[in-house]
């Protein structure tokens, strides 16, 4: 794994590319070299009920969740937080001077003991 989860609020579904966020996202945690190849998941959904800030109808927010098999280092967690965050301010930036938008990301492990998975997809 990990799994990347991009949440955006929906008044950023005229201006938001979440497709192309989404596979720069996966593209850069794959060039990490960490990552299994079909461990690797990612997807972006719209929060269609949201409030921002003064809750304008141009404040915006996307949220990115990183979740990561345990036991990795911290020096190799913080690289990647690193690698994925500036892949997303640059991808963002443009919008970001456009409009207000906050940006949050975050790395969190499974916890193996309450963890169960299944897969058919080839090893790689």
Do not use: C, W
Request: a negative charge; proline letters at 6%; aromatic letters at 6%.
């Amino acid at each position: 794994m990990p799994h990347i989860a991009i949440d955006y609020t929906a008044n950023l579904a005229d201006d938001l590319a979440p497709l192309a966020l989404a596979q720069k996202l996966h593209d850069a945690a794959r060039t990490l070299g960490v990552f299994p190849l079909n461990g690797l998941r990612t997807f972006a959904r719209a929060v269609e009920e949201f409030q921002v800030g003064a809750n304008t109808q141009d404040e915006a927010f996307i949220n990115i969740q990183i979740r990561i098999a345990p036991g990795r280092p911290e020096e190799l967690r913080q690289r990647i937080v690193d690698t994925l965050f500036a892949m997303a301010e640059q991808t963002l930036a443009a919008l970001m001077e456009k409009r207000p938008l906050g940006l949050q990301l975050e790395i969190t492990e499974f916890e193996r003991r309450l963890t169960r998975m299944a897969s058919s997809l080839p090893a790689a």
